[in-house]
């Protein structure tokens, strides 16, 4: 409570810390303070503006796994943007999640596949090793299209493929199309994902997994 006197918050002020989550490390509740700290004790310092961060909260039930994707500001908006030469853009959530503690990495991997396994059970397919089995591309032009409500012709892609340039060119095609539907993913390789590599298969079903919660969001059935 001194902190917050100090920090000059008035009590209607949304507080987003507290010594609980101080305690048990939080990151996003440690820069909340970090950033009051600096506008109170160092107003000169100036701040990056209108900093945001994509927050996957991830709730375990009997139901499986639920998550939703929360937007949290950090900064407000300034007209000094443009005198600022700190830079938020390029920032990549999932390079920041894998800098994490394992067991904080793994919660997102599993809300992941549950979200894969979920759009993929209608056509009766699971996923257990999401590098593995989307090495291909196969799986991923399935979950594209079931997501996006299209059908991908079967003699646009190997279905079967056989060869790394048969997956290659799967995962090209995965990758224009993905484009097309303006999720943008730079320094992204068809041989990334064939070489199971695990920040580009996490970079894809991220994008993938935003925008379908996004779009439940606004279009709520």
């Given at each position: ?114 979200f894969v396994n979920q759009n993929l059970a209608t056509l009766g397919l699971q996923v257990a090793d999401m590098d593995k089995q989307l090495a291909d591309g196969v799986i991923l032009l399935l979950l594209i299209g079931q997501l996006e409500g299209f059908f991908i012709p079967l003699f646009s892609f190997h279905l079967t493929p056989v060869s790394d340039s048969e997956m ?54």
């Open positions: 409570e001194e902190l917050n006197k100090r920090l000059g918050l008035q009590d209607s002020s949304p507080i987003k810390w507290n010594v609980k989550l101080i305690h048990n490390k939080d990151l996003l509740a440690t820069i909340h303070l970090l950033v009051a700290m600096v506008k109170a004790f160092q107003p000169e310092l100036i701040l990056p503006p209108n900093v945001k961060v994509e927050v996957v909260a991830v709730e375990v039930g009997k139901n499986g796994i639920k998550s939703e994707v929360q937007t949290e500001i950090l900064t407000e908006d300034s007209s000094a943007a443009s005198d600022s030469s700190v830079s938020t853009e390029g920032v990549d959530p999932i390079e920041q999640l894998l800098k994490l503690e394992a067991n904080k990495v793994n919660t997102v991997k599993k809300a992941l596949l549950h290659i060119q799967n995962v090209a095609l995965a990758l224009e199309l993905l484009d097309d539907m303006g999720l943008q993913l730079s320094n992204i390789d068809p041989q990334d994902i064939v070489s199971q590599d695990t920040t580009a298969t996490l970079k894809v079903l991220y994008a993938l997994f935003k925008k379908h919660k996004r779009q439940m969001r606004e279009d709520p059935v």
